[in-house]
């Protein structure tokens, strides 16, 4: 499953994204929805963390969120729940010491991230009892690619009200996507749509 915020114009960053200004200038308003005080932007959060078996993510992404000013016990995947799932970044560039203990690095592709995170969750679901998702959660691009290589079967938006001009693309445009609508729910910060990918 594909999972990632949105703005009305496609983008997933605002201009000028890096380690620095993770969500590019102006991006921050892509996930207001993350910490907002609506119930139904706490369900939503609450849920998906909860069904989560593995996470995928790419480099950029993680140096976001292992650099200084990134994740902590307050805030990450699932604020206070940090680490819970098993996380797998796609580099073909490991860092030698990364500041948080739990990333397994994947050298070998995206297909592969998706292999491993697969039996990991797999294995998740088998000692919750209870059926367990790969989320790809970013950034923008392995996403993307996840999508046109045909290895998602569901995506996730998270639209936001903002309209960013420029920034990280979510799609490549590629190739051509058929998706089914599956549920739409709107909160006060963010229109929450899941997806089935058809093709």
């Known amino acids: 499953m594909g999972d990632i915020s949105i703005s009305l114009d496609g983008f997933v960053t605002g201009p000028d994204p890096g380690p620095d200004n993770g969500l590019g ?67 073909s560039d490991p860092p030698a010491s990364p500041r948080l203990p739990f990333w397994t690095f994947v050298t070998t592709g995206l297909r592969d991230a998706v292999a491993q995170a697969s039996a990991a969750a797999l ?32 995506l996730k938006l998270h639209i936001s009200p903002v309209v960013l001009g420029s920034g990280t693309a979510l799609f490549s445009g590629e190739r051509r996507h058929e998706l089914v609508q599956r549920s739409v729910t709107p909160s006060t910060t963010a229109v929450h749509v899941v997806y089935d990918v058809t093709r």
């Open 25 to 91: 200038d102006g991006g921050e308003a892509l996930h207001r929805w993350a910490f907002s005080d609506d119930p139904v932007d706490g369900e939503q959060l609450r849920a998906a963390t909860e069904a989560s078996g593995a996470v995928i993510l790419g480099r950029a992404l993680f140096d976001v969120v292992d650099g200084p000013q990134g994740w902590n016990e307050e805030t990450g995947y699932g604020a206070r729940e940090v680490g819970r799932p098993a996380f797998f970044v796609v580099t």
């Open 123 to 154: 294995d998740a679901a088998e000692r919750a009892g209870a059926d367990r998702d790969v989320v790809l959660m970013g950034g923008g691009a392995t996403v993307g690619s996840a999508l046109d290589a045909g290895l998602l079967d569901v």
